[in-house]
């Protein structure tokens, strides 16, 4: 039996109140690929950063190499071996490639010989991993995959031997993630160590020798991958049998109620992030838009719920919208029938230090049931949290809790109760199960779908292909700005649909 | 679940750090080689135990109030509004033209209208950072603290260039006219039997800074506009979502956060001096601060600390007068107070946040 | 019992070396002559004027002694509200109420005397002045002393500047020293500050930069001996003495001191000595008992608010 | 040769009241670079001025009144650092604070040390900085042009002016060329990206704050026994919020700062020479030349006038765990 390269004995770690560590133990084997999956906030990224030294354990030890290894500081995993890549990376963006590589690793009080030396191993790591960059632009020209690449040249200029990969695929094409991992069999060959996180059963199956599965904290299972199947790793996940498929009728789409023509969003920093696309959406059909992150999905979103401008044609019911300038915010947007259930609940779907009750207003706050003469009629407002709350089955059932003290998937049913009953023509629907538990998941589908069978039209935008082939009736893929195809979901796969995600056009596929 | 209840964030929290603030007070004063005790006794009798002292405690509370509510406003909305001085400033620069310039039949006409041009002057100054920070994102901390100067620099030229009365020496407007004077709290309570002192300032601009109190609380709390401030205050994503334009929010917070400001000068100028002098606003704008923070940007927290920094002022007003503290000693305590209840805020909260936590793990 | 004086002195504070604190020196003496004791304030904002008057006039002090002209204002709202109190106001000349004592000073008689001594210590043949403030008042100092020095010299160049245009003009040491380094770049080796606490950068540089400077209000001689030509005596320090002396009984109306009463005039003491030539002595005193003679006329600014011998 | 003279005596001027803005300004910038705002550069300025001039009254030594003057400033940049890295607070609120601090200790002080209505005495010889002659500057003063550019300008200034200016290249030198200046300037766009790499954020912001309150501590020192004889209440009259719209002004870089603080230290010396300035019949009026640092400032952060993009992480408290 070969010592550990890592073995975590007891970890635990709290942030006030949030348990999001308990009782963790843990055994990588060196020159292994270990992977570690787990739903949103089961803990993982806080696993790996108090083994990096970025947080401190409560309670708990860290075994490097079969020695009790104290990691106060990020100084001392460093000085262990252990290099991190994470899951938001962590460069300065105004520094080039190169500084941000001898960063905190510099030889001597002086830059120009720290550089110079670096600028030379550099070369050679390259050489041996495969890993280019260019090592004189800046951080803020260089795309995100180049940018994952820097990031590990970081911790192989510092001699990890252990590398720690939090959802490095999270922001990559399927070929950009086929080359990290063919970059991870090389280091494995080199003898490193590996730990790998990620959702994706399918990378967990293709790239690791063993798997760790983490539940709301805990550790719940380790095994071979050899040895089992995604299925079991799913349940393993989520703590009982999961259900692939949302049961619902065939649709029956309807009058056309969205129509998009050449739409073109740039950002606040002048990138053009939707090169024009085309799309409708008809009455009573769901639409899926599949895609990797930041590929202008969010973009699009955006535009079509007023929290950007464009340029093109956006038909509603036929009326041309603002696409910019007045008329064109969120309050014209839900008059003229969208409702939009937003991305990121927690930074735009509610207000964390508001009451529930006031949230339930948030958007509609100017609608004339909840005004009296020039002040808001909170009586009303509080009456119809209630009724929500109840429909919805928002737990604990209490209006007057700041939206901060619910939990994700309570947070997430209060934002959907609030859209949902405005009864609207559309609905925008962005990552809508994202950190929510596998019940609440299922709630807030089949009102999704009940939306649907009253004859609505709903656009969903979400970055889990299962969540897309389990809602929609017609999938849209976007690539970079892009609508690379169309397709029905029973008559494509998640092949092929990766392939579109790539960027390898339809024909090709 | 928050981390500790309500009422600790909102009264242990600033008690202690007020408690703080005190305590370090002492020190100073101790360090000066005075008597703590008895100037805090100089301090309440020269404030408190008079209707004079209470008539210019409540003046100058009256002043405090309109700076407080207008810092808070802008905090509402995430802005923080350094420049309530030169504000206040202009809001002066206005009532002292509609006093002078137009003659008034009655002193309650002269006040709404001097009102109005207060609130003017107030906004106008206010308008341009504001919109800076909205369209352009130019940091409003910095744009204030700068129109504060030129604020300076502008009422300055006007009283020493435009508004002198030929031949005066000193830099001022002439008086007002009898016809603008406001009644003080002497003619007021006077019919009601009540002989307040006949030489303190305190008027009825204080009831004007009450009222000022309750409309800021309904606004905030209780209107669509003050939903969409705090909303805005809180998330600007969350803003965007909802539909309402930073910009807006931006230029009308600061606006009202202005007009706040300029409307003190109803009190020091047209109240008080009935001239505008150089210095008239005495670094009002800057309490304002201190008294949103420790009012935890709540009206009736805002009144409260108007009413606290009140009593600070005249007492050490009081303390120059017949020790030999200087006044500087209420700016001491006024920097320790912002310290406290601003700056080192996480200083009690975090231990307090761990002693909650521990509490309710025991309970549970 | 009776009652205490007060004294409110203006912004510059009692220690400005010049005009408060010649006002703090004549308060010290009657205390310490008669063992009263009086009470004092030292403002620090305009707004605070009036609260001092009256908090003073509240408290029962009598006689109440304001330094400076910006008392005016304040006074003439304060003073008939407490008609049994008697005011003193200092450098006011111009109010009407029945219980204020208005003391000026001819100050151009002071000033045309060390306009003289100037334009003799002069070896170039310029000279200068540094105002505080820019007000009537200060202005009527400078035209004192360039009349003073044009009748040693009719050719002498006067060069004068201002400080500023509000009372942070009085306390701005900073100023006063830069525009004393600009007044030498123009040749000027005399230089008189009347500008209260301004006047101690003026001073300090003059002395830096091997020049010689005249004090003002105060005796200022002594802030550095032997650089410091004389300094024009404005008895201020007299003014408070015998107020605080009258007591409750301080004779109200308007009165000017000049020359004939000893209100201002030249300061001679060991500092200044070695500078003082015996003919610069003979002239002060010839020209001191001229004016108060009638025989010269000091023409003041005041008269048509300009000044026929120099231009500002 | 006359008007030459006067541009001469202007600019002489201008580098003595360049000085306390450039030496508060660099120490802002590396305040300001390592992610922390510093509205507190008057404050710290005003303290050291005080302390500087009543250590050297006291003793009649200019040298322990400068120790003095640093050791005060930094006092109040701990105390900065306790409230906006240790403590994460409003950076902006605990520099309001300190100035407030500031204003009102330094005459609490004096008027318990010195009894002198809050200033301290007035300091001589030995007491204060004295100017330094450059060789030769006698001889050459009658040199045309060189001769007074040379004795006037460049000669006879005190120490701490050529410490000021020395303290450009030095200041760009170690931002740009040490490793500290790229750990300084990373912890200000990231402090993340530092922590992950193993350097202490806390540890830099607190060397940035400490390095900014001995810069802050030389310029106050500079004020009261440099350009002045001694301290009187609030002497540095706004100079720590032009030296804050200076660096604004230089887009947080030394030489630009040196060019900014120059330009600054130009309009008050044209404002102090002249009252109101005459140009061929549009009067400028003093009150103008007062405003015009602020109004420029103004119109810098507009980014009308090319954009001042600050540190991206600056004003932010570095929080690790929500
Ligand atoms: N810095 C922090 N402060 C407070 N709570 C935190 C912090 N970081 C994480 N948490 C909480 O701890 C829990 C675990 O979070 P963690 O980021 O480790 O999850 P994760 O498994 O990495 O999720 P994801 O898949 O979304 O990355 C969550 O409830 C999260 O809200
Ligand atoms: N940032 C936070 N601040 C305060 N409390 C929090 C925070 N995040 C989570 N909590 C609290 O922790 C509890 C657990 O939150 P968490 O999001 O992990 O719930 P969960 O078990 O994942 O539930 P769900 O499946 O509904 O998301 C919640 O009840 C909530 O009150
Ligand atoms: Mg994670
Ligand atoms: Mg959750």
Known sequence: MTVPAIELKGISKAFGPVQANKDISISVAPGTIHGIIGENGAGKSTLMSILYGFYKADKGEIWINGKKTDIPDSQAAIAAGIGMVFQHFKLVENFTVLENIVLGAEDGGLLAPSLAKARKELKDLEQEYELFVDPDKRIDEIGVGMQQRVEILKALYRKAEILILDEPTGVLTPAEADQLFRILDRLRAEGKTIILITHKLREIMEATDTVSVMRRGQMTATVKTAETNPEELAELMVGRKVLLRVDKVPAKPGKPILEIENLRVTDSSGVERVKGIDLTVRAGEIVGIAGVAGNGQSELLEVLGGMRPGSGTIRMNGVPLALSGPGSDGQARRAQGIAHVPEDRQREGLIMDFHAWENVAFGYHRDPAYQRGIFMDNAALRADTERKIEKFDVRPPNGWLSAKNFSGGNQQKIVVAREIERNPDLLLVGQPTRGVDIGAIEFIHKQIVALRDQGKAILLVSVELEEIFSLSDRIAVMFDGHIMGERLPHETDEKELGLLMAGVAGEAA | MDKMPKWADVILIPLISLILAAILSTLVILAIGENPVEAVNLMVTGALGSTYGWGYTLYYATNFMFTGLAVAVAFHARLFNIGGEGQAMLGGLGVAMVCLYVPWPHWSIALLAAMAAAMLFGAAWAAIPAYLQAKRGS????T??????????????????????AGSQDPATARFPEAVHLPTLHEMLAPIGINFSKAAPANISLIVALLACVVVWALIWRTRLGYEIRAYGHSETGAVYAGISPVRITIVAMLISGALAGLMAINNVMGEAERLV????????????????????????????????????????????????PRELIVVIQALVILFTGALDNMVRMPLEKLFLALRKEAN | AIAEPAIIFDLGGKFDKSFNEAAHNGAQRWANETGGTYREIELQSEAQREQALRRFAEAGANPIITMGFAMADPLAAVAPDYPDTKFVAVDVSWLDAP??????????????????????ASKTGTVGFIGGMDIPLIRHFGCGYAQGAKSVNPDINVVANMTGTTPAAWNDPVKGSELTKAQISQGADVIYAAAGGTGVGVLQTAADEGILSIGVDSNQNHLHPGKVLTSMLKRVDVAVYDAMKAGENVET???????????????????????????????????????????????????????????? | MDSFLTLIQVLDSTVRLATPLLLACLAGLYSERAGIFDIGLEGKMLMAAFFSAAVAAVTGSVWLGLLAGIAASLVLSALHGLASITFRGNQLISGVAINFLAAGLTVLIAQDWFQQGGRTPSLFAGGRFEPITFPFAETLSGVPIIGPIYSELLSGHSILVYVAFLMVPATWWVLFRTRFGL???????????VDTAGVSVVGLRYAAVAICGVLCGIAGAYLATGLQAGFVKDMTAGRGFIALAALIFAKWRPWHAMWACLLFGLLQAVALRFQNIDLGGIVIPVQAMDALPYILTVVILAGFVGKAIPPKAGGEPYIKER
């Open chain 2, 144 to 165: 204030t603290i700068m129109f504060n100067f030129i604020a300076a620099a502008l009422l300055n030229y006007m009283l020493v260039i435009v508004m002198r009365p």
């Open chain 2, 139 to 142: 940091h409003i901390v910095i």
């Open chain 4, 183 to 193: 750990r300084l300037r990373a912890v200000g766009e990231n402090p993340a990206a």
């Open chain 2, 278 to 325: 150089l210095n008239s606003t005495e670094g009002a704008g800057f309490i304002g601060i201190a008294v949103a923070l420790m009012g935890r940007s709540h009206p009736f927290g805002v009144f409260l600390a108007a009413i606290l920094f009140g009593f600070l002022y005249q007492g050490g007003a009081e303390l120059a007068l017949w020790t030999s503290i």
């Open chain 3, 253 to 312: 109306g308007k009165f000017t001191m000049g020359l004939a009463e000893n209100g201002v005039g030249v300061a001679m003491d060991e500092n200044n000595a070695p500078l003082v030539t015996d003919e610069m002595m003979a002239a002060v005193e010839k020209a001191r008992q001229d004016i108060i003679d009638g025989k010269i006329k000091v023409v003041s600014y005041y008269e048509n608010d300009s000044c026929p011998a120099l231009q500002f």
């Open chain 3, 99 to 120: 219980n204020i004592r208005q003391v000026s000073f001819a100050e151009h008689e002071g000033s045309y005397l060390v306009g003289i001594m100037a334009a003799m």
